[in-house]
């Protein structure tokens, strides 16, 4: 049951000016592919290849929201405000769908992948254009995103 | 934790089979921050790419063993070059021979499916990072198998400083059975032919019945000896419980997750690691509470794993609680069954219940709706077992005891139904009281 509509694409328009920001932009692009691409596979591993998608999701989520909003932070940036509780709505949206699925409803995943795509391709023409220019290569965190996002078992070394 | 090169610098060779996983792994790959990754589709591939090139790293991904080949190929022949390069292995076999195939044949690590950033990253830092010391002998090539780290896994060793368990393996012990209503460490029965048990002793013989056995590697003894890190043997192997514990929470919520498998199957093929499941946190429930240095470490260890329980055992117990009064009102409804017979198919199933109930916290930890359900089946048990026949199901003194525990649980079940909504009151007139 693909979506009629042509999947959407990162293109260059869609470009902040900061590389690491993009490239967390595409790594939301590349999601419903992938998931797409598992869900109509018939890998005995498929449910282990789903949730390990949800999971990377989940950390998509956390470490480019991270990213945009510790910069954004420091240049003060003056929208910053409500350029948080929109990622925080999306965030928490995105959760709730995964809960959904982990409790069994898992027809959910499949509106997933491009209810993101529509998401990111928006958010990025709405809210991530206002800070064109303000954020740059310089100003902005340039580790993988894996980086920013803290290690609950961290304390499991020892 | 840092090795002397940026992962960007790392070159790393990546072999998979299965499209879609070699898709989400070059993306996990990616986002890592690994920079150069070589793909490789096949092992004769890859086995080629060994032989003129250098990596930092290689990562398989797969269930079969064919890995094996490559992995020992890499170990023994291979040049000097890409003889001690680590080697992960990414898969979602979980099972102990798998494992102790892929270690013995010189594997670095595992990275066990479902796959996360965080877990990737940590795993292939490590293995860049391994401090184990690399060993050459005839009989194995590899990082020496003996491990010093919870995060690098593995199991229990049986040696002379783990105590008087290695004479005592061969006892036989009776773990706690699954339907005993809590978790609690129980005393083996069965022959005594060994010292008076001191509670150590206890779990040390629960821990052998539970993990699987390694066989020690003579000749890394001697390697090992001079090792710099030395945790107790007996911490070596609690963690190993905390590990195997986790790893079980992560299988069965797989089998939960399995779209292909219907409530039947994955409720049999839960059972068995659920119950080893159990047994498992009570071990570690126990280190907890041990009063040791560790202790703290492991109760926290214990509610990390009793919070991802938790979701298991509330999804396991709403469904199985309204399928079991259910039944068991359909047994009461129906007076040809065999009432008796009834009475104990629904006393066993809630046996099981109870053990998750259990976990969970006990009873106050239960909504009202499901407390309800659980009072409702009681009652039906005793229904059922009043209307007995006798058929010879039971013998008198286990209907005496399933009567007894039935009507025990029942009453524990009714009390704190009857001072829930007085303590809800309290709260609505508290609530009152704070308005203006
Ligand atoms: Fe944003």
């Known amino acids: 049951m693909a979506s009629p509509e042509p999947m959407l694409e990162w293109t260059e328009d869609l470009s902040v000016g900061v590389d690491s920001i993009d490239e967390d932009h595409q790594a939301f692009f590349r999601v419903e592919p992938m998931l797409e691409e598992i869900l109509a596979s018939s890998d005995s591993a498929r449910s282990m290849l789903i949730e390990s998608v949800l999971n990377i999701l989940e950390e998509y989520v956390e470490g480019h929201f991270l990213r945009e909003q510790q910069a954004l932070a420091a240049i003060d940036f003056p929208g910053l405000a409500v350029h948080i509780k929109a990622h925080d709505k999306f965030a928490e949206k995105v959760r709730a769908i995964i809960k959904d699925y982990r409790q069994g409803n898992l027809a959910v995943v499949e509106s997933l992948g491009p209810l993101i795509s529509d998401w990111i391709t928006n958010h990025i023409k709405t809210m991530d254009r206002q800070y064109l220019g303000l954020l740059t290569n310089e100003n902005v965190d340039k580790r993988p995103l894996v980086c920013l996002l803290d290690d609950p078992e961290d304390d499991l070394e020892f | ?436």
């Open chain 2, 1 to 436: 934790m840092s090795h002397s090169r940026p992962l960007k610098e790392i070159s790393c060779l990546f072999i998979c089979s299965t499209r879609e996983m070699r898709n989400l792994l070059a993306r996990v790959i990616q986002q890592v921050g690994i920079g150069n990754v070589q793909e490789a589709r096949d092992l004769d591939l890859a086995k080629q790419l060994v032989r003129t090139n250098n990596f930092d790293l290689i990562i398989w991904a797969g269930s079969d063993q064919d890995y094996l080949d490559l992995l020992r190929h890499i170990r023994y022949e291979a040049r000097e070059n890409i003889r001690k390069t680590p080697f992960l292995c990414v898969t979602s076999r979980s099972d102990m021979n798998f494992l102790i195939e892929g270690r013995d044949a010189g594997i670095t690590g595992f990275l066990t499916m479902p796959l996360t950033l965080r877990d990737t990253l940590r795993k292939v830092n490590a293995a860049l990072d391994d401090p184990r010391e690399f060993v050459l002998t005839p009989s194995y090539v590899g990082p020496t198998r003996r491990r010093k780290t919870l995060q690098e896994y593995f199991g229990p060793r049986r040696r002379a400083e783990d105590g008087p368990t290695s004479q005592l393996q061969t006892t036989p012990t009776a773990l706690p059975a699954a339907s005993e209503p809590a978790i609690a460490i129980k005393a083996p029965q069965g022959p005594t032919d060994r010292p008076p048990g001191s509670q150590e002793t206890l779990i040390n013989i629960l821990e052998d019945q539970l993990l699987s056995d390694w066989q020690d590697d003579e000749d890394e003894e001697a390697v090992e000896a001079n090792g710099p890190i030395k945790h107790s043997a007996n911490f070596r192997r609690r963690a190993q419980v905390v590990r195997e514990a986790f790893r079980l929470v992560t299988h069965i919520n797989e089998i939960l997750l399995d779209p292909n498998g219907s409530p039947e199957s994955s409720k049999s093929r839960i059972s068995e690691p659920f119950n080893r499941l159990l047994n498992l946190m009570a071990l570690v429930q126990a280190y907890g509470k041990n009063n040791d240095e560790d202790s703290d470490f492991f109760k926290e260890k214990y509610k990390e794993i009793m919070n991802s329980m938790s979701n298991i055992s509330a999804n396991l117990l709403a469904g199985g609680l309204e399928r079991t009064l259910h039944q068991s009102q359909k047994m009461v409804n129906d007076e040809t069954s065999s009432s008796l017979g009834g009475a104990y198919k629904t006393y066993s199933k809630m046996s099981e219940y109870e053990a998750l109930i259990g976990l969970l916290g006990g009873y106050p930890s239960l909504t009202t709706a499901m407390l309800d359900q659980v009072k409702q089946i009681w009652e039906n048990v005793l229904l059922l077992a009043e209307r007995g026949d006798s058929l010879g199901v039971l013998d008198g003194t286990d209907e005496k005891k399933m009567r007894q525990v039935a009507s025990e649980r029942l009453v524990s079940a009714q009390t704190i139904l009857r001072e829930r909504p007085a303590a809800d009151s309290q709260n609505a007139v508290l609530q009152k009281m704070r308005q203006p």
